[in-house]
């Protein structure tokens, strides 16, 4: 076993329990420092129409306030992969159900379908969201 593979291994199984310290837009939070990507979640990037609004939503939603993220194991770019709920509440599926952004199938495996919204749908789905 490499040493790279023990770390994702110790890393799938990890949970992070801690303040949001910062919002970085809709489906991007940042927990005690460490940046966490919502696992399935496609928010507009805040240069797109709706991802001022989405990282609005989030930052009124978690800012300063204890979350618990289930991370995957997975990294993307300089974040964390995994699904982050506030007092139960899985926060992707709440951002999905404000109407703020999309379930991203491919990651999610459709887990938030049921949470989209007819404005969800409105948004575009990001291309690498789609099977392959």
Known sequence: MTLSFTILAVAAAMTITGAVD???????????????????????????????????????????RT?????????????????CFLDGQDIGAAVIGAGLA?????FSGGRFAADETEASRRLPLPPYCRAR
């Open 67 to 83: 979350v618990r993220c289930q991370l995957t194991g997975r990294r993307s770019y300089d974040r964390l992969i995994g699904r």
């Open 22 to 64: 910062r919002v970085r837009d809709g489906d991007t939070v940042e927990v005690d420092g460490t940046p966490i990507r919502l696992h399935g979640v496609a928010a507009p990037e805040l240069s797109e129409p709706g991802g001022s609004a989405a990282k609005s939503f989030m930052t009124d939603l978690v800012a300063r």
């Open 102 to 106: 999309r379930d991203c199938p491919r």
